[in-house]
Nanobody, 123 residues
Framework: QVQLVESGGGLVQAGGSLRLSCAGS????????IGWFRQAPGKEREFVAA????????NYAGSVKGRFTISRDNAKNTVYLQMNSLKPEDTAIYYC????????????????WGQGTQVTVSS
């Protein structure tokens, strides 16, 4: 079991950057693939990015590819999401999730979820 806590959200102007962090508890953090998802008001939760247990494999949604970068530091039990060239349509609550599988782009592929962090991009 792992507990996940997101941080780093905030208000930023379009074109700006933010770095989100997902901190995990426990010695088993490195055994979990981690995904980032987001949910805007009135919309379903959608996949953003994911990273494998070792960090050797990553996957991105088409809408963020080239702008967002996911990485992890297992020594610090933390996964990062560097978000550059932010757009108003990136506004959402961002969630990180952990799963005992190689990597997944669907919500049901993850067993543990954080509480989320709000990202707001103004135009």
């Amino acid at each position: 079991q792992v507990q996940l806590v997101e941080s780093g959200g905030g208000l930023v102007q379009a074109g700006g950057s933010l770095r989100l962090s997902c901190a995990g508890s426990g010695r088993t953090f490195s055994t979990y693939a981690i995904g980032w998802f987001r949910q805007a008001p009135g919309k379903e939760r959608e996949f953003v990015a994911a990273i494998s247990r070792s960090g050797g494999t990553t996957n991105y949604a088409g809408s963020v590819k080239g702008r967002f970068t996911i990485s992890r530091d297992n020594a610090k039990n933390t996964v990062y999401l560097q978000m550059n060239s932010l757009k108003p349509e990136d506004t959402a609550i961002y969630y990180c999730a952990g799963g005992s599988h190689p990597i997944s782009v669907i919500t049901t592929g993850y067993d543990y979820w954080g509480q989320g962090t709000q990202v707001t991009v103004s135009s």
